[in-house]
């Protein structure tokens, strides 16, 4: 079956980097647009960012471009988050997702994702 297993989360102070990666198995992960998303305690959950399945463009939200970004290794099956600049505000759980897009471009809404990882926690103190 398809799995996607986040790893990289934790603790780090404002102004930090984390790198999460996200590692698929269980489809063809080349043919899939890839997103990262996030929650924060109370919040809904909100696209960070995404990458293309065939040309590996990227997308972020507002909040975090020029301070993410987004990679993925079709030979490995991983996409990777980089954060830098981490502020308080990053403070989330922070998902994985694969989107079989029509148009191999990630989609914002997570309606559109197929498959989801179980989350990784950031927590960025002030």
């Known amino acids: 079956q398809v799995q996607l297993v986040e790893s990289g989360g934790g603790l780090v102070e404002s102004g930090g980097s984390l790198r999460l990666s996200c590692a698929a198995s269980?489809?063809?992960?080349?043919?899939?647009?890839m997103g990262w998303f996030r929650q924060a305690p109370g919040k809904e959950r909100e696209f960070v960012g995404g990458i293309s399945a065939r040309t590996s463009a990227t997308y972020y939200a507002d909040s975090v471009k020029g301070r993410f970004t987004i990679s993925r290794d079709n030979v490995k099956n991983t996409v990777n988050l980089q954060m830098n600049s981490l502020k308080p505000e990053d403070t989330a759980d922070y998902y994985c997702?694969?989107?079989?897009?029509?148009?191999?471009?990630?989609?914002?809404?997570?309606?559109?994702?197929?498959?989801w990882g179980q989350g990784t926690q950031v927590t960025v103190s002030s």
């Open positions: 269980g489809l063809t992960f080349s043919r899939y647009a």
């Open positions: 997702a694969a989107d079989l897009s029509r148009t191999g471009v990630p989609h914002r809404s997570e309606r559109n994702y197929d498959y």
